[in-house]
């Protein structure tokens, strides 16, 4: 078995280099032995996001395929357009596209068809909570000094900017009650799977989100 060791700031890391290995982790056990990603625990109110969910939450939200195969026949069409007029196609901007599609599609509802709407503010936000700085203080304070991570969690410290989670759950907050009005109205998306989990026989007003329901559709 091919092996080595790296190290990440002051922080040991084993290193696997055995293709087999990696083949078997990667594609062949992904879905039952190792549905887990790497976590440094400060995410804020994306904890439990589909790249930082764990176990059976992971293999729970995951059942949006419909959804993420329907914006791939939109992608293919807007290759086959550029194609057809003779332009040469930005795969990064098509590709980009086509992810920020699926995640506001799959976790708000929303189809905005980034790609003909780069201004729309769930694009604009998205692209602000994805551009990541390894020079950001946090992240070098839990690169350099681990131990201190639950200390910065208990601060309310995160990697993502304050604002761009907090529009994202003001959105959530706007469009669930309409969700919950149109319950004959059915999507496979996150906000379904949430609704659905809170229907019990009390009938009690799920029209508003607390703050772990947040922090679920996040």
Same mark, same amino acid.
């Given at each position: 078995m091919e092996t080595g060791c790296i190290y990440e700031?002051?922080?040991? @890391?084993?290193?696997?280099?055995?293709?087999?290995?990696?083949?078997? @982790?990667?594609?062949?056990?992904?879905?039952?032995?190792f549905t887990n990603r790497r976590n440094?625990?400060?995410?804020?109110?994306?904890?439990?996001a589909v790249v930082f969910a764990e176990n059976e939450d992971w293999k729970r939200i995951r059942s949006m395929f419909g959804i993420m195969k329907s914006h791939s026949r939109s992608l293919v069409e807007n290759l086959g357009k550029t194609s057809e007029r003779g332009d040469s196609?930005?795969?990064?901007?098509?590709?980009?596209?086509?992810?920020?599609? @699926?995640?506001?599609?799959?976790?708000?509802?929303?189809?905005?068809?980034?790609?003909?709407?780069?201004?729309?503010?769930?694009?604009?936000?998205?692209?602000?909570?994805?551009?990541?700085?390894?020079f950001n203080p946090v992240f070098l304070a839990v690169v350099l000094f681990p131990f201190i991570t639950p200390l910065l969690r208990k601060m309310g410290l995160a990697f993502f900017p304050g604002e761009v989670t907090a529009f994202f759950c003001a959105s959530m907050q706007k469009i669930k009650p309409e969700r919950v009005a149109k319950d004959h109205e059915r999507r496979a998306d996150f906000m379904q799977l949430m609704?659905?989990?809170?229907?019990?026989?009390?009938?009690?007003d799920f029209s508003l989100l607390d703050s772990y329901e947040e922090e679920k559709c996040m």
């Open positions: 700031a002051r922080q040991p @890391v084993f290193s696997i280099m055995d293709e087999e290995i990696i083949k078997t @982790v990667m594609i062949k056990e992904c879905y039952s032995l440094f625990r400060l995410n804020g109110p994306l904890n439990d196609a930005d795969i990064k901007e098509f590709f980009g596209a086509y992810s920020m599609d @699926v995640v506001t599609s799959t976790a708000f509802s929303v189809d905005i068809e980034s790609l003909n709407n780069p201004k729309d503010p769930f694009v604009s936000n998205i692209k602000k909570m994805l551009k990541f700085n390894f609704i659905d989990s809170q229907k019990s026989e009390n009938n009690q």
